[in-house]
């Protein structure tokens, strides 16, 4: 059974920063792609990073772009989203979530991450 | 970026009503569309990709179909456990998501 447990939010003051992780099983991690998402109090969803399969590529939404940091232990079967220079904004909580295939929509989702920037 | 507006807002019917969401691409996204419901405190569940197939485990009551820039999600006969939040999320450019449809029982 594919499972992603999510750990590591909490409350944070601006500027700081926070490591979410993301662990994996009932698949390989490294078989396919992984996303993170975010979904701010009240608010819709809004995709945050990616990183690739077969080449571990990573990609940034421009809200998070230069700040956070995609990455992925595979002898640990973990995701993780490193996140620096927190704002306000980036409060919300933070889903993992497995591609379906290449460049498939997410078929799986961890249970979600709440992180709160304040101070 | 490619946004994606999903019209209406709220959708208000009874179980039993057929309920049709529509979600609008502002450039063409071929068929790399995708749907799915969301409950209060739940993570999002994958309904649709790729315009029309239906993930596995997903009733048949769900269908989805439209290409291009024009995409829409049918449940053909509400059940109670239909009422929710439905989202699109493109893939032609990165990953966008729609604003949502909330889905109320009338």
């Known amino acids: 059974e594919v499972q992603l447990l999510e750990s590591g939010g909490g409350l944070v003051q601006p500027g700081g920063s926070l490591r979410l992780s993301c662990a994996a099983s009932?698949?390989?991690?490294?078989?396919?792609?992984m996303n993170w998402v975010r979904q701010a109090p009240g608010k819709g969803l809004e995709w945050v990073s990616s990183?690739?399969?077969?080449?571990?590529?990573?990609y940034y939404a421009d809200s998070v772009k230069g700040r956070f940091t995609i990455s992925r232990d595979n002898s640990k079967n973990a995701l993780f989203l490193q996140m620096n220079s927190l704002r306000a904004e980036d409060t919300a909580v933070y889903f993992c979530?497995?591609?379906?295939?290449?460049?498939?929509?997410?078929?799986?989702w961890g249970q979600g991450n709440l992180v709160t920037v304040s101070s | 970026e490619i946004v994606l507006t999903q019209s209406p807002g709220t959708l208000s019917l009874s179980p039993g009503e057929r309920a049709t969401l529509s979600c609008r691409a502002s450039?063409?996204?071929?068929?790399?569309l995708a749907w799915y419901q969301q409950k209060p405190g739940q993570a999002p569940r994958l309904l649709i990709y790729?315009?029309?197939n239906r993930a596995t485990g997903i009733p048949a009551r769900f269908s989805g179909s439209g290409s291009g820039t024009d995409f829409t999600l049918t449940i053909s006969s509400l059940e109670p456990e239909d009422f929710a939040v439905y989202y699109c999320?493109?893939?032609?450019?990165?990953?966008?998501f729609g604003q949502g449809t909330k889905v109320e029982i009338k």
């Open positions: 979530a497995k591609e379906l295939g290449f460049a498939k929509p997410f078929d799986y």
């Open positions: 009932g698949f390989t991690i490294s078989s396919y792609g």
């Open positions: 990183i690739g399969v077969t080449d571990g590529k990573t």
């Open positions: 450039q063409s996204v071929s068929n790399y």
């Open positions: 790729d315009a029309s």
């Open positions: 999320q493109q893939r032609r450019d990165w990953w966008t």
